[in-house]
Nanobody, 124 residues
Framework: QVQLVESGGGSVQAGGSLRLACKVS?????????VGWFRQVPGKEHEGVAA????????YYADSVKGRFTISQDNAASMVYLQMDNLKPEDTAMYYCAISEKVFPLVASKYAYWGRGTQVTVSS
């Protein structure tokens, strides 16, 4: 059974940085897959932020975070990270780590496995 647990959220001022982490277990039971980070604010759909093929070959970012966020993996430690720099108030959201076996890297509906999320709050 695949389980994902996020950590690293918190409150930060605009221009600051946070590093989110996602511990993945059971992924060996999943076929080749994408790992992705999504975010959601109340009343809105999940927004794809960043995604990477399990071997790190292909990486995708939402236009809103390009140049500021970086997704990375440590497969030996079964960890996925999201480094967030130059944070803006509009980055405030609950952030989720997810896994998909489908080839739609930033489409939330294609992701079958989700963590419970970690809150990121950016103040101006």
């Amino acid at each position: 059974q695949v389980q994902l647990v996020e950590s690293g959220g918190g409150s930060v001022q605009a221009g600051g940085s946070l590093r989110l982490a996602c511990k993945v277990s059971g992924a060996s039971t999943v076929n080749t897959h994408y790992v992705g980070w999504f975010r959601q604010v109340p009343g809105k759909e999940h927004e794809g932020v960043a995604a990477q093929w399990f071997d790190g070959v292909s990486t995708y970012y939402a236009d809103s975070v390009k140049g500021r966020f970086t997704i990375s993996q440590d497969n030996a430690a079964s960890m996925v990270y999201l480094q967030m720099d130059n944070l803006k108030p509009e980055d405030t959201a609950m952030y989720y780590c997810a896994i998909s076996e489908k080839v739609f890297p930033l489409v939330a509906s294609k992701y079958a496995y989700w963590g419970r999320g970690t809150q990121v709050t950016v103040s101006s």
